[in-house]
């Protein structure tokens, strides 16, 4: 799946008992959700939590998942161990948490189904070290075609700081949007797409809203969830409006003139045509927002 595909990735404790439905469809819009057996599962939980997740495997053994499903491992040797385990075949791949440049190689060699997808997740210390994020990222580039995207730890990198999230402000108005800035400039330009961090504050949607419109701005096209009230608002937001569309369609038409008007902005093909190769992805996946207003396009 890509970035785009993913929408707002739910995340779900191994223990939860809505995962196996939610990941055959229950829930009416999501498009991905991530199993996970790591922070938000108990030390004295794990082994129950991993016999539950070799249960609802056999389950997509006879019936695969109608939705993307990931799982989040503890560590490298329980990553080693999920990927043995009847019906592993039928998930779509591995969020790798707490990754390093040390640790990479490593959580690599214990992915040994070579059609599942990694999410890399950058939450340790590095994350504040741009020469390591270049190193990073050249270490992941020749498996760049197997990369969903490279999840940030928001929550994890502040409490490297002490802090946590603000309830009132987005991530990009205190600490955490410099990282976004530095994880995001070390890897959108090497053909990896970055996933936004959560949001934890889960009942502050307007605040929500506002910060996935600025992940959209940084290029950060996924955003994990962590209460179902939130998919709405981030994938709804992933929706361009049909100004953005038409802009979009003209820029990648090849008769289009090399520069031209519309709506009061100037568009560029040459350097607007990856930007409207991703509003068509956005349209195709979560659709078009609202109606054109304004005058035609036309030659600048």
């Known amino acids: 799946m890509s970035a785009i595909d993913l ?18 469809g229950e829930m009416q819009g999501l498009r991905s959700i991530v199993i996970c057996l790591e922070d938000s599962i108990r030390e004295d939980q794990v ?5 539950e997740l070799g249960r609802i495997l ?12 990931y799982v989040r491992p503890r560590d490298i040797g329980m990553l080693a161990h999920i990927c043995s385990l009847p019906g592993i075949d039928r998930i779509q791949g591995f969020v790798l948490p707490k990754v390093t440049t040390s640790s990479l190689p490593l959580w690599l060699s214990a992915v040994m189904h070579d059609d599942h997808a990694i999410m890399p997740t950058i939450e340790g210390d590095e994350a504040f070290d741009r020469s ?3 190193r990073l990222c050249d270490q992941l580039r020749p498996y760049v075609h197997r990369v969903s995207a490279v999840r940030i730890g928001g929550n994890d990198i502040l ?22 800035r530095d994880i995001a400039g070390a890897f959108i330009p090497n ?5 936004a961090p959560v949001f934890e504050h889960y009942a502050a949607l307007d605040v929500l809203r506002t910060e996935v419109e600025q992940d959209i701005e940084h290029g950060l096209l996924t955003k994990s969830a962590i209460h179902p009230s939130q998919i709405a608002v981030i994938q709804g937001a992933y929706r361009p409006s049909a100004i953005e569309m038409a802009e ?17 902005s100037m568009c560029e093909p040459a350097t607007h045509a990856r930007w ?13 927002r609202d109606q054109v207003r304004g005058p035609e396009a036309k030659v600048a």
Do not use: K
């Not at 053909?191 to 996933?195: E, H, I, L, R």
């Open 47 to 51: 082994g129950r939590a991993l016999r």
């Open 159 to 180: 409490g490297l700081l002490g802090i946590r999230r603000s309830r009132v402000r987005s991530a990009y108005e205190g600490p955490l949007g410099n990282v976004i």
């Open 191 to 195: 053909g990896f797409s970055v996933a």
């Open 58 to 69: 056999l389950q997509f053994a006879g019936r695969p998942p109608a939705i993307g499903v």
């Open 7 to 24: 929408g707002a990735s739910l995340y779900v404790p191994a223990l939860n008992a809505n995962a196996e439905r939610l990941a055959y």
């Open 132 to 134: 390591a994020l270049a």
């Open 276 to 288: 409207a190769q991703s509003i068509v992805s956005r349209a195709r996946i979560h659709g078009v």
């Open 248 to 264: 979009a369609r003209t820029i990648l038409d090849v008769s289009t003139p090399a520069v031209f008007g519309s709506h009061g």
